[in-house]
């Protein structure tokens, strides 16, 4: 029963919302048809796209009677319609998301500089950098593994253990090292947080997931302190930091709503549930909407605590879309972590891109295709979806401003989806999502759009990319874009972006299988990292292709290395990517499994390969392992000849440290030969 009226909700508002104005696909501006990469000048979405441009509210009244009025409708006999996640006006619900050729800026630190000295972490845009399980200075390499902290010294001829800090319970996924701190970003749920706070407010049906940021004093790595601790609301989706300033971007669904649920079966418990329900939010507070935040001292006191937002800090687009906050939190690492610089917009985000003055966060709308698939309507409704982007202006360190928004037809794939050049953003979707069933008629986009007084427009759209296909990776470098799209085989286009008017393929390369990540490695030179395919589309290996791109009208592969049966975590995740550019070497995570059914025998492989990678070919030089003949693995037998998968590499000086959650491997630069393990220990 609950399902059902669920899905009949969902879709009673998608189809009320259809007929009460929303976006038709067919109303447009310029061309109805589109040909094989036709250039749009004039984009069918534009007089669709004011909706999206964000309005403060006046007053903490106006903002309550806002999300009061909205979400009375959407609360039923059992909460919230989807769970306790948001709906959006149009009755479509939103999809929380989990889903570098530059270093970040070169800067003076202990171990010299980086780029000429030590490698940083492989980010999108130079200065801007990006959060990660390892960060380097050139004198300590600090790792988050296992719940820990880990201080390995590089200083010396020899790596070795400095310190560690236990981070306690939750999951610490990313930190950033500035000076003599480290920031750690984890999460956790209600129920986890320790040092005796207490988040009663969280409901009892469900663990709302908290995040916390924790600040480090790393100055004496032998006994690193906790600083302070801040609890959030809400889920941690990314971060960016320039120049020690960060930002961190949250997204936080309402709390403490302690819903009733119908005590019996029958139609008059579920609307007896439902008023009650309603009674709840049109009793909510501000608190109930807004994300709250603990902040704790060194020895885990409370010492200040309340809404993390003020009502002149949220935003909400013309359009209601929804009863999530997206928030973004501005923190000084140089004067530690603070919650006074804060601004939110009633709105979801799931992709996070910065440049060095702007950073955006997109949300892909989401629907629940199961009830659209059974009522015929899936195909009009992908055709139709919309990606939502929200500008953040960041050019001064000491706040973050709210800017523009605008939306773009289809889904985004990451942040390389994402591009500021010129003062022009540049994004490419595909019109199909990539769990659809049927992409046949898919096909793909780059758009360009401009911020015109708080709206981001677009102008100018190319279209017709990769058709019955969706994209893998992107990669934009100046005005030039590089796009892969796959399904059977790997189209590489070239887009030039050098009229932002008039965005249009200059060139177009087939080959079997796709690059999941694009590396420029050189002049004129484009490194691929996916997966080798058949005439039929299946995968059958980690390939590292190099292109020629010196002529865009005409992209060649001039290289290819393939390792059967092999998968890397470079495909999902550009920072487990290295290129150490004065000795051409990348190093790639791999790992292989293969079965032979006539000797019923298996074998694999996980670790990484060591490529030089030249215009005169990819050559292996090394396969590097952290095994259990050595190191933590060593003192548990049972574990012995296992082989833990490498996350992370990096260069310091003449030496290359690869790092897993069992330790960091020293090896020489230029033979590739262990030299030094430092364990963190396993379990």
Known sequence: MKRTAIALFALTLLMTACSSGGWDPTASAGPTTTTHHTVITQPPIQAQLTAHTLQPFDACDDFLNYVKEHAVDLVGPWGFSNGGGP???????????????????????????QGIDFSGTNVQELGVDEPDIVKTDGSLVMAVANSTLYAVDVSGDTARLAGSLDLGD?????????????????????????????????????????????????????????VRTLHLDGSYLSARMIDGTARIVLSSAPTGLAFVYPESSGLKAERDAEQANREIVLNSTIDNWVPYYVLENAAGTVVDE????????????QEFSGINMLTVLTVDLHEGLRTSNSVGVLADGNIVYASDSALYVATTRWMDWAVLEDSGDADAARESHITEIHKFDISNPDTTVYAASGAVKGFMLSQWSMSEYDGYLRVATTD????????????????????????????????????????????????????????????LYTIDLSDPANPAVAGELKILGYSAYLHPVGDDLLLGIGQDATDEGRTVGTQISLFDVSDPADPQRIQQYTLEHGSSEVEYDHHAFLYWEPTELAVVPV????????????????????????????????????????????EKPELQGWRLPIRRSLVVGDRLFTVSDGGILQSDLDTLEDEAWVSFGIG
């Open 170 to 226: 939750g999951w610490a996924q990313d930190i950033f090292f500035e000076g003599d701190r480290v920031l750690v970003m984890s999460t956790t749920n209600g129920y986890d947080v320790r040092g005796g706070v207490d988040f009663a407010r969280v409901p009892d049906y469900y663990g709302s997931p908290i995040s916390v940021l924790t600040e480090i004093d790393v100055s004496d790595p032998s006994h690193m302190e906790t």
């Open 432 to 491: 199909s999502p990539d769990w659809w069933w049927d992409d046949l008629d898919s096909e793909s986009f780059v758009k360009v759009l401009a911020d015109r007084d708080g709206e981001l427009v677009e102008v100018g759209s190319v279209g017709g990319l990769g058709e019955g296909e969706r994209i893998y990776s992107v990669r934009f470098m100046g005005d030039v874009g590089y796009v892969v799209t796959f399904r059977q085989t790997d189209p």
């Open 87 to 113: 709906l959006l006006g149009d009755g479509r619900m939103m999809l929380d998301e989990e889903f570098a050729a530059d270093s970040a800026a070169p800067t003076l630190a202990a171990g010299g500089e």
């Open 591 to 634: 790992q292989t499994w293969w079965w032979d059914e006539d000797t019923e025998t298996e074998g694999g492989f996980a670790g990484a390969i060591a490529v030089r990678v030249a215009r005169d070919g990819v050559e292996e030089l090394a396969r590097i392992t952290h095994d259990g003949t050595e190191g933590p693995l060593s």
């Open 306 to 317: 309340g809404p993390l937002l003020d009502c002149s800090q949220v935003n909400h687009p």
